[in-house]
């Protein structure tokens, strides 16, 4: 079978300045990249245009190791829509080098369902998550360097400094370090880490900043920890957001590429969604729907992280509104939901498929919660059966929701026409703003309830004494209206990953909450999460390779 990579490397890239030409971009306003990507300038970002564009949101059911393929939907889709003559432009996040030489590979679509030049995108790209790298160990820099400074010191208590560094790296063995060892001159002992670029909260801030101004004004907010005598230390405090915010200086700007079939495409940001947002940048969403008249764009994971998230922080920020929610779900991941393992996935098995359409369902139910009309796509593979199409298709029937079979890896935008004509159709008639789960002047907790019990199904939220005493801090320093932003596995409704399906009356474990002043939200913190993950067994870097001819083998 044809990879991935041997699919896009057979594909005539057309000239950047070509497809920005397709959305009237004069090439004069390109920042070339070479041949093939650009970077935009924000003053092409339209509000007038932002409002009469259509908004269609990408989420899915919980994440499954059989994976669903909304990436590669959300870009089929745009590519069926462009087709039934719909100007259309899909806005992606940008991969993590963590993924791409660990287990889960790239992110840019598969099979004739990619975004071009996907060797380059995987890759360094335009160099933002490097830039993003930058700016955050230069605080952390810093941070120890005033902690080492005598004449300027702010008295900062390192046992409250929570800031480490980063890198974009799948690097298991620096997750806990031990810096400032060697003598006086080496800096102030203390213990601290690396987290993944992904996680960073500069990444997230770059995600959410309306602007440079914006995007400075968020980084000097960071807080850093507390003096000796309690008090609080932000950013700012060291000077530090001018420095920060000019290594993101071309960061900032979306970057511009195209489809498989020569459409263009947005590419920029890429927090993780169990951490943070999990969703590309505002800039580049509203970049998009000044330039096209839909725009289709993704959240990570299912509905429950990704989504809530991208409507409860992203959008409430940015002033926007989805006009169609589309959710991904595959009989595969359906049949693993319902209880098959993993070796047995590919034998018929009904019974698992309707058992594991209870996460379907409650997937759709929070959209509906929100108030936005869903369609479900299922991606078609091979070796479905026609009847365990069928339970999905009366499942979906029985709820009130459509349900468009979806082949985009095999057939591109062919594979789509019809997926594009029942979310146009939807589309074009809803203007209805979203539902918020909780408004964000509310108390911490009764936020956090709101989304455990309205949106995983959670009977109830226990708090530690960690979280209370979290809680009771962040109030103290005048922070509590900012909206939350749950860290929680993604493979289950629940906080426990081997909680599969559709959990009832669980309760969620708060077990400690971090504030990110910076891209102002609060992070509850459930179950064990991971920020420096670590590389499998066998890494897909060991199938990356590269030629004499300089071209790149091995991505997927």
Same mark, same amino acid.
């Given at each position: 079978m044809t990879t991935d990579i041997e699919i896009a490397q057979s594909v005539q890239l057309q000239p950047i300045v070509d497809i920005a030409k397709k959305v009237g971009i004069p090439e004069s306003e390109l920042q070339m990249y070479g041949k093939y990507k650009a970077k935009l300038p924000l003053e092409l970002i339209n509000e007038e245009k932002i409002k009469q564009c259509k908004l269609i949101l990408v989420s899915a059911i919980s994440p499954t190791p059989a994976g669903e393929g909304k990436t590669t939907t959300s870009i089929g889709l745009s590519e069926g829509m462009n087709k039934i003559g719909k100007k259309t432009m899909v806005v992606l996040r940008e991969p993590s080098l963590g993924p791409v030489f660990g287990i889960k590979g790239g992110a840019t679509g598969g099979g004739w369902s990619q975004v071009l030049p996907m060797e380059d995108i995987n890759l360094h790209f335009t160099g933002d998550f490097s830039a993003v790298e930058k700016a955050h160990n230069l605080l952390a820099a810093l941070i120890d360097n005033n902690i080492q400074n005598k004449k300027f010191n702010l008295g900062l208590d390192p046992r409250t400094i929570a800031w480490k560094r980063v890198m974009d790296m799948n690097d298991r063995s620096l997750r806990k370090i031990t810096i400032g060892l060697g003598g006086t001159g080496n800096g102030v002992p203390r213990e601290t880490g690396f987290d993944i670029t992904a996680a960073s909260e500069i990444m997230a801030i770059l995600c959410l900043s309306k602007g440079p101004e914006d995007l400075k004004k968020r980084m000097g907010n960071i807080f850093i920890g507390l003096t000796h005598?309690?008090?609080?230390?932000?950013? =700012? +405090?060291?000077?530090?957001?001018?420095?920060?915010?000019?290594?993101?200086?071309?960061?900032?700007?979306?970057?511009?590429?195209?489809?498989?079939?020569?459409?263009?495409?947005?590419?920029?940001?890429?927090?993780?969604?169990? $951490?943070?947002?999990?969703?590309n940048t505002i800039l580049a969403t509203k970049m998009g729907m000044s330039l096209a008249d839909y725009v289709v764009t993704e959240a990570g994971f299912g509905f429950d992280l990704g989504a809530e998230k991208f409507l409860d922080i992203k959008c409430k920020t940015a002033g926007l509104s989805p006009n169609a929610v589309v959710i991904v779900a595959t009989v595969r991941a359906l049949k693993y939901h319902g209880g098959t393992s993993l070796k047995n996935l590919n034998e018929p098995n009904a019974k698992a498929v309707a058992k594991g359409c209870a996460n379907l369902e409650k997937h759709l139910e929070n959209a509906k919660q929100f108030g936005i009309p869903a369609v479900v796509a299922i991606n078609r593979f091979v070796k479905d059966t026609d009847e365990e199409l069928q339970v999905i298709k009366?499942?979906? +029937?029985?709820?009130?929701?459509?349900?468009?079979?979806?082949?985009?890896?095999?057939?591109?935008?062919?594979?789509?026409?019809?997926?594009?004509?029942?979310?146009?159709?939807?589309? +074009?008639?809803?203007?209805?703003?979203?539902?918020?789960?909780?408004?964000?002047? %509310?108390?911490?907790?009764?936020?956090?309830?709101?989304?455990?019990?309205?949106?995983?199904?959670?009977?109830?939220? +226990?708090?530690?004494? %960690?979280?209370?005493?979290?809680?009771?801090?962040?109030?103290?320093?005048?922070?509590?209206?900012?909206?939350?932003?749950?860290?929680?596995?993604?493979?289950?409704?629940?906080?426990?990953?081997?909680?599969?399906? =559709?959990? =009832?009356?669980?309760?969620?474990?708060?077990?400690? $909450?971090?504030?990110?002043?910076?891209?102002?939200?609060?992070?509850?913190?459930?179950?064990?999460?991971? =920020?420096?993950?670590?590389?499998?067994?066998?890494?897909?870097?060991?199938? $990356? %390779?590269i030629d004499e001819n300089g071209n790149i083998k091995g991505l997927f």
């Open positions: 005598d309690k008090k609080p230390i932000f950013a =700012r +405090d060291l000077k530090a957001e001018g420095a920060m915010a000019a290594l993101l200086k071309d960061a900032i700007k979306p970057n511009l590429v195209q489809t498989i079939e020569g459409n263009p495409a947005i590419i920029h940001g890429g927090p993780f969604a169990n $951490i943070a947002q999990g969703t009366e499942r979906c +029937d029985s709820l009130g929701v459509q349900a468009v079979f979806s082949e985009v890896w095999a057939k591109g935008g062919n594979g789509a026409i019809e997926l594009a004509e029942k979310v146009c159709a939807i589309a +074009d008639q809803w203007n209805t703003p979203f539902n918020a789960m909780y408004d964000w002047n %509310d108390s911490i907790e009764n936020k956090i309830n709101a989304i455990a019990t309205k949106v995983y199904g959670a009977k109830q939220v +226990d708090f530690s004494v %960690d979280a209370k005493a979290d809680i009771k801090r962040i109030n103290s320093l005048g922070l509590g209206a900012l909206p939350i932003c749950m860290a929680k596995t993604q493979k289950s409704l629940s906080d426990n990953p081997d909680l599969i399906g =559709r959990p =009832r009356d669980f309760t969620l474990t708060v077990r400690e $909450i971090e504030l990110a002043a910076g891209a102002g939200f609060i992070v509850p913190i459930t179950g064990e999460m991971m =920020r420096m993950p670590g590389l499998p067994d066998t890494p897909a870097a060991e199938n $990356i %390779d």
